[in-house]
């Protein structure tokens, strides 16, 4: 979509131009957020959708992290003479 | 590199992902198609295979971080190119120890990014337009004193941007719209890496379980005839 502007325009942030497209993106965010089938009717200023945006990338961030840590667990008690073990070990490996 | 027992592997995966993020909206924002799931799946049991994950003799951090590192690279890869894919794998080579993985993992395509124009190098051309900016902006709000309450929400609004640009993979490099559309792609791309690894997860915990079983069961057969 940006790269159809020419690159003055990408360089500015909050040029008129672009406030329409860039309100479409805000509510597209809003919408994506975990709280968005309760709020979608509201208005919710652009300020809070980025805070609740931060917020929401941090969780997942602490999610991957969790699973990882999960996978890993499970990865390590390997146990060895059965046929399932043995494929997910080589599977894995 | 995969036999076909791994594709078996990976569709078992695909079947146990519930879809939790199958939103779409335009044509040209991230969907979780069945090839992202595949391609994802596909690159992080790839990536398990090039750092050994499942040796005995890897310590539980060591193995943690290659997981990670393993699920991070599946991401951007199974996405494509976007600027934050291309931020994540740029800021994944920055560590010397990242290297030789992502060579191994990604092959051509890591010399290919590497020739791309690297984003620290223009780290300081880029400081000055931020200052200029900056100072711009500044000027702009002792202007429009009278208009508190506007000035308090743009001011709001910068410091979310930053705390958003330091989150999104080469977002410190991004315009205002970049910023916001990548973010998008993102979180989306991070919902996806969040199911599909919780899907492995899964897989991984109910085929140990069944395994368990199938060697508890000649017992348990033992004891119940016993009665």
């Given at each position: 979509?940006?790269?159809?502007?020419p690159?003055?325009?990408?360089?500015?942030?909050?040029?008129?131009?672009?406030?329409?497209?860039?309100?479409?993106?805000?509510?597209?965010?809003?919408?994506?957020?975990?709280?968005?089938?309760?709020?979608?009717?509201?208005?919710?200023?652009?300020?809070?959708?980025?805070?609740?945006?931060?917020?929401?990338?941090?969780?997942?961030?602490?999610?991957?992290?969790?699973?990882?840590?999960?996978?890993?667990e499970?990865?390590?008690?390997?146990?060895?003479?059965?046929?399932?073990?043995?494929?997910?070990?080589?599977?894995?490996? | 590199?995969?036999?076909?027992?791994?594709?078996?592997?990976?569709?078992?995966?695909?079947?146990?992902?519930s879809?939790?993020?199958?939103?779409?909206?335009?044509?040209?924002?991230?969907?979780?198609?069945?090839?992202?799931?595949?391609?994802?799946?596909?690159?992080?049991?790839?990536?398990?295979?090039?750092?050994?994950?499942?040796?005995?003799?890897?310590?539980?951090?060591?193995?943690?971080?290659?997981?990670?590192?393993?699920?991070?690279?599946?991401?951007?890869?199974?996405?494509?190119?976007?600027?934050?894919?291309?931020?994540?794998?740029?800021?994944?080579?920055?560590?010397?120890?990242?290297?030789?993985?992502?060579?191994?993992?990604?092959?051509?395509?890591?010399?290919?990014?590497?020739?791309?124009?690297?984003?620290?190098?223009?780290?300081?051309?880029?400081c000055?337009?931020?200052?200029?900016?900056?100072?711009?902006?500044?000027?702009?709000?002792?202007?429009k004193?009278?208009?508190?309450?506007?000035?308090?929400?743009?001011?709001?609004?910068?410091?979310?941007?930053?705390?958003?640009?330091?989150?999104?993979?080469?977002?410190?490099?991004?315009?205002?719209?970049?910023?916001?559309?990548?973010?998008?792609?993102?979180?989306?791309?991070?919902?996806?890496?969040?199911?599909?690894?919780?899907?492995?997860?899964?897989?991984?915990?109910?085929?140990?379980?069944?395994?368990?079983?199938?060697?508890?069961?000649?017992?348990?057969k033992?004891?119940?005839?016993?009665?």
């Open positions: 979509m940006s790269s159809r502007r690159r003055s325009w990408q360089s500015s942030s909050a040029s008129r131009i672009t406030d329409e497209q860039i309100n479409d993106l805000v509510s597209k965010l809003q919408a994506v957020l975990p709280e968005a089938r309760i709020r979608r009717s509201d208005r919710v200023s652009a300020a809070k959708v980025l805070q609740e945006t931060c917020n929401y990338i941090r969780s997942l961030h602490r999610e991957v992290d969790d699973l990882s840590e999960r996978l890993s499970l990865l390590a008690s390997t146990e060895s003479s059965s046929a399932q073990a043995a494929i997910i070990r080589s599977l894995l490996m | 590199m995969l036999s076909r027992t791994h594709f078996i592997y990976i569709s078992a995966c695909v079947a146990a992902f879809p939790s993020c199958l939103l779409s909206f335009s044509v040209a924002a991230m969907q979780v198609t069945e090839a992202f799931k595949h391609a994802f799946l596909k690159q992080m049991l790839l990536g398990f295979q090039a750092s050994a994950v499942s040796t005995n003799s890897m310590g539980f951090q060591e193995r943690k971080n290659a997981i990670k590192l393993s699920a991070d690279v599946a991401m951007a890869v199974a996405r494509g190119s976007r600027k934050w894919t291309r931020g994540l794998i740029a800021g994944l080579s920055e560590e010397q120890q990242n290297r030789s993985f992502l060579q191994l993992i990604l092959g051509e395509q890591y010399e290919r990014r590497l020739m791309k124009p690297c984003y620290s190098s223009w780290k300081i051309p880029r000055r337009k931020i200052v200029r900016r900056s100072l711009r902006v500044c000027c702009r709000r002792q202007k004193k009278k208009n508190q309450s506007g000035v308090l929400a743009r001011t709001l609004v910068e410091k979310r941007t930053q705390q958003l640009k330091r989150l999104v993979p080469g977002g410190e490099s991004m315009d205002g719209f970049s910023l916001l559309d990548e973010t998008l792609d993102y979180v989306l791309s991070l919902r996806a890496q969040v199911d599909l690894m919780q899907s492995l997860l899964t897989t991984v915990e109910s085929s140990k379980l069944r395994s368990h079983s199938k060697r508890t069961l000649p017992e348990r033992a004891s119940y005839v016993g009665k």
